[in-house]
């Protein structure tokens, strides 16, 4: 039977789009603990109704990407967050490499749709939480 641990990854920040590149720095970090380099720069795009579906789909392309490209990132180039009609859009250059299916070190099994964003005067507060697996070798 496999065993799951669920993980909080959290950023905090002067501004939301700052909070949304550290978290998905954090979320790489924990997917994958190997060296990376920037040979690889990619655009990710898209648009939901709030704020926290916006978070959520971040970092699931972010997953997706890992395990259908095998694309880790390692850094985010650029990141905005904007309001298009009543729908926030981000548009993110991300720069990172590609790795080995077998590289992997822990497997995300889901993504929490539980998601916290606060804005206050600090700045900006942001928590997702993941569902994973450590991968056995065989």
Do not use: P, W
């Not at 606060?118 to 056995?136: A, M, P, R, T």
Request: hydrophobic share 40%.
């Amino acid at each position: 039977m496999a065993d799951y641990q669920e993980i909080s990854l959290k950023s905090e920040a002067k501004t939301l789009e700052k909070a949304f590149s550290l978290i998905a720095v954090e979320f790489s970090k924990t997917v994958y603990k190997g060296n990376l380099n920037n040979e690889i720069n990619k655009s990710i795009m898209f648009r939901s109704q709030n704020l926290k579906y916006l978070l959520y789909n971040y970092i699931n392309k972010l997953n997706e990407l890992l395990l259908n490209e095998c694309f880790i990132l390692s850094e985010v180039q650029d990141l905005s967050i904007n309001m298009v009609n009543n729908d926030y859009m981000l548009s993110s250059v991300v720069a990172g490499s590609k790795i080995k299916g077998n590289e992997i070190d822990v497997l995300v099994k889901e993504i929490s749709k539980n998601v916290l964003i606060k804005e206050d005067k600090d700045g900006c507060h942001v928590q997702i939480s993941l569902l994973v697996e450590e991968k056995n070798e065989i």
